[in-house]
């Protein structure tokens, strides 16, 4: 299923806050918050987001939140060293509609239920 356009476009326009960097070429970005963007009370995100982690139990990974350039709106989300395909089974896993990844210096908005797939730039233009 695509996902709508506004929220595509909404998507595009990310910044991050990283507890700190991973050393890795390729990363993904990923959180349980929200699945299918159908806010949810942030006790019930906070604990999917604990049984993401422990997806991550073998694999490098840090805490980053993920909002808009004034950080008015954020999720708590994770960085974690997997391979794109990896990143997006997890993520449709916990009902998401994409993922950040990260390739050497580029940052992409992959899809997790189409083939969508955007190039949004250099991520850490997108740090603060």
């Excluded at 006790?43 to 950080?71: C, I, M, P």
């Excluded at 990844?101 to 997790?112: E, K, N, W």
Aim: charged share 25%.
């Amino acid at each position: 299923m695509k996902i709508d356009d506004k929220l595509w476009e909404a998507y595009l326009n990310p910044y991050f806050k990283f507890r700190h960097f991973l050393n890795e070429d390729c990363f993904a970005v990923i959180t349980a918050w929200n699945p299918a963007s159908q806010r949810l009370p942030n006790e019930v995100n906070w604990s999917n987001n604990q049984r993401l982690a422990k997806e991550f139990n073998h694999n490098e990974y840090t805490e980053v939140f993920v909002g808009d350039e004034h950080f008015c709106w954020v999720e708590e989300s994770f960085a974690v060293g997997l391979d794109q395909e990896q990143a997006l089974e997890v993520a449709r896993k916990y009902g998401q509609n994409a993922i950040y990844y990260v390739r050497g210096d580029q940052l992409f908005l992959l899809s997790c239920n189409s083939s969508e797939q955007a190039c949004i730039g250099d991520w850490r233009s997108r740090c603060r």
